[in-house]
């Protein structure tokens, strides 16, 4: 079965991101329509730990690397936080 969260309809997109996502060829291939990919994908993941949508911020810090001793390591790793604590209470 393909991914739950893919929707696949005039523009195909993530329903576990927040706001318009659309998936690369390289993610609908690999992940979103074989039967079953969808469990080693990145977002699907993400999305069942955090229990939520994800956050685009937190999207592309799953999917695009960061170089070594980068100013944007730190907010890899507070992003990685926030997939485990899920959404903040208010």
Excluded at 31 to 39: A, I, K, T, V, W
Excluded at 45 to 68: D, N, S, T
């Amino acid at each position: 079965m393909a991914c739950p969260l893919f929707v696949e309809d005039r523009l195909c997109r993530c329903s576990g991101v927040q706001g318009l996502l659309i998936p690369s060829v390289y993610e609908r291939e690999r992940f979103c329509r074989p039967e079953g990919g969808h469990n080693s994908c990145p977002t699907f993941c993400a999305y069942h730990a955090r229990g939520a949508k994800l956050p685009q911020e937190v999207y592309y810090a799953l999917w695009l690397p960061i170089a070594e001793g980068s100013e944007m390591q730190g907010d890899q790793e507070r992003v990685a936080l926030s997939i485990e604590l899920g959404p903040p209470i208010v």
